[in-house]
């Protein structure tokens, strides 16, 4: 399986911009630029498109498990907060932290904690990024 997206930048780096576009048309043109990326500025930036990215393939990962052990979560709300950071002479993504709040009729703590974490390091999302991937799972009743 094979899915697509593309980017198109336009002018140099501070001063410039330009569109993420995905073959699903989720994205279509969607703005992105140094000011969103390194200032408060619109559009969206490439960190915020992986944390969406992890965000939801770990929560499909840990629906999944959950199924897998006899569960069915009535919801898992997940985000995740990816670090950008200045390394040596340029940039890179450090870290996603993922949290993870979930209604799981019958589940034990025990039995969440021990399936979101198969979760966390089994979405390939998580196994693509070269990154520390941290998490707070929280079971609500």
Same mark, same amino acid.
């Given at each position: 399986?094979?899915?697509?997206?593309?980017?198109?930048?336009? $002018?140099? +780096?501070?001063? %410039?911009? #330009? *569109?993420?576009?995905? &073959?699903?048309?989720?994205?279509?043109? !969607? =703005?992105?630029? @140094?000011? $969103?990326? +390194?200032?408060? %500025?619109? #559009? *969206?930036?490439?960190? &915020?498109?992986?944390?969406?990215?992890? !965000? =939801?393939?770990? @929560?499909?990962?840990?629906?999944?498990?959950?199924?897998?052990?006899?569960?069915?979560?009535?919801?898992?709300?997940?985000? !995740?907060?990816?670090?950008?950071?200045?390394?040596?002479?340029?940039?890179?993504?450090?870290?996603?932290?993922?949290?993870?709040?979930?209604?799981?009729?019958?589940?034990?703590?025990?039995?969440?904690?021990?399936?979101?974490?198969?979760?966390?390091?089994?979405?390939?999302?998580?196994?693509?990024?070269?990154?520390?991937?941290?998490?707070?799972?929280?079971?609500?009743?």
């Amino acid at each position: 399986m094979i899915k697509k997206a593309s980017a198109v930048w336009r $002018g140099s +780096f501070k001063e %410039g911009g #330009g *569109t993420i576009s995905t &073959e699903t048309g989720a994205l279509s043109n !969607a =703005g992105y630029g @140094s000011k $969103g990326r +390194f200032e408060s %500025g619109p #559009g *969206t930036n490439p960190e &915020e498109l992986i944390g969406a990215a992890h !965000a =939801g393939c770990f @929560s499909m990962a840990l629906s999944l498990m959950l199924g897998e052990a006899g569960l069915t979560p009535d919801e898992i709300d997940t985000q !995740a907060a990816v670090t950008l950071e200045k390394v040596g002479d340029g940039f890179a993504i450090t870290s996603s932290h993922l949290t993870v709040v979930a209604k799981i009729p019958g589940a034990s703590q025990e039995k969440f904690d021990e399936i979101a974490n198969l979760a966390k390091a089994g979405c390939p999302v998580s196994k693509l990024l070269n990154a520390k991937i941290t998490m707070d799972a929280t079971l609500k009743a």
